[in-house]
């Protein structure tokens, strides 16, 4: 109780703010005694829903208490676990939504500093960006000065996704999992529902599918920050396919086939992050994304690009992709 008992919290509440000077003196009180207690971790939350005027050093104050909260003082060091993941969307959520831009910057800030954390939290962090490309509510369109028009994404919104994914990846080659696919898949209809998309998220979603595809087709998968850095042509695509060509460009410069070894040593890295977090890493040994776009008969214009070049690239078999290739050329033509 030492937050509470050493700094006025009460006053800060009372007056909706907090001050420069008010974080000195929470910063002074945490000093002598680094070690932070459930309850002063659910105080500073509860200040920063209560004090909607907040001084610039606030925000980097929170992100440090609470992550050292988590990450330092509760279970595994530096990992967060199903448990705190909980509490953590208990604290910044409610029905299953953040309430504001300032408190999702808070989780992202914490996921960027853990380890690794269960799969569910990276999944929910994701549908709220989803929330905002579907439907065009939550925290980043509420009160943030942007159009709340549903199917758009912005750059600083593809930007987010790709954090989340990089930080859940971690240090890890870790394929795109299928929960994190399912999310993405969402917002590509979305997207892909109003106009053509967005460079950007082009760029992003096809390096997404595309590692997938290959670590189900038996490829070993670079890290994340590798298979998902972004790319900017120097002059615009003329297409659709033409951008996913680009952007892939030579994957066997970062994918190569995955040995007996290196499968195992895969295996005992996801259990060992199963068994730290207390969740499943699901969604990496099955061949769901190949089946899927295999069965589908209207595959959207990113996907069939994507399996295009892959089989142009013989990274998977050519019998695989014969009736994507047929839907992406109707569907090619029907945009057109």
């Known amino acids: ?16 703010s907090i001050k420069d000077s008010d974080v000195a003196r929470l910063m002074r009180a945490f000093a002598e005694d680094p070690h932070i207690h ?31 909260y ?9 990992y967060i676990t199903t448990e705190k993941s909980r509490w953590l969307i208990g604290k910044l959520s409610s029905d299953g939504w953040i309430a504001n831009r300032a408190e999702l910057d808070l989780m992202v800030a914490v996921l960027g500093r853990a380890r690794w954390f269960p799969l569910s939290l990276a999944t929910f962090v994701l549908d709220q960006v989803a929330g905002a490309v579907i439907h065009g509510f939550g ?5 943030q000065g942007q159009a709340a028009v549903p199917g758009t994404i912005s750059e600083g919104e593809i930007a987010l996704i790709r954090t989340i994914l990089n930080a859940f990846g971690g240090e890890s080659s870790i394929p795109v999992t299928e929960p994190e696919a399912e999310v993405l898949r969402s917002i590509n209809r979305a997207v892909g529902a109003r106009t053509a998309p967005p460079a950007a998220w082009a760029d992003l979603y096809a390096k997404a599918m595309a590692n997938i595809l290959l670590s189900e087709h038996g490829y070993a998968v670079p890290p994340r ?9 120097d002059v615009a695509c003329a297409s659709v396919e033409e951008h996913v060509s680009e952007c892939l460009g030579n994957l066997r410069t970062t994918y190569h086939r995955q040995t007996a070894e290196e499968r195992a040593l895969a295996r005992l890295e996801r259990q060992r992050i199963e068994i730290v977090t207390g969740e499943a890493v699901a969604g990496i040994d099955c061949g769901w994304l190949t089946e899927h776009l295999a069965d589908s008969r209207r595959p959207s214009l990113i996907d069939a ?4 070049h892959l089989r142009l690239e013989c990274l998977i078999a050519d019998t695989w992709g014969d009736d994507v290739a047929q839907d992406h050329r109707v569907a090619s033509a029907t945009a057109a």
């Open 225 to 233: 920050a590798v298979a998902l850095r972004p790319w900017t042509p």
């Open 139 to 143: 925290p980043l369109r509420v009160g």
């Open 1 to 16: 109780m030492r937050v509470v008992k050493a700094v006025p919290v009460e006053d800060f509440e009372f007056r909706g």
């Open 70 to 78: 988590i990450l330092n003082q509760s279970g595994h060091e530096g």
């Open 38 to 68: 459930e309850t002063e971790a659910e105080t500073l939350l509860r200040l920063n829903k209560t004090c909607p005027v907040q001084a610039p050093s606030w925000s980097g104050f929170l992100v440090d208490a609470i992550a050292d």
């Open 305 to 308: 690009a994507v399996v295009d």
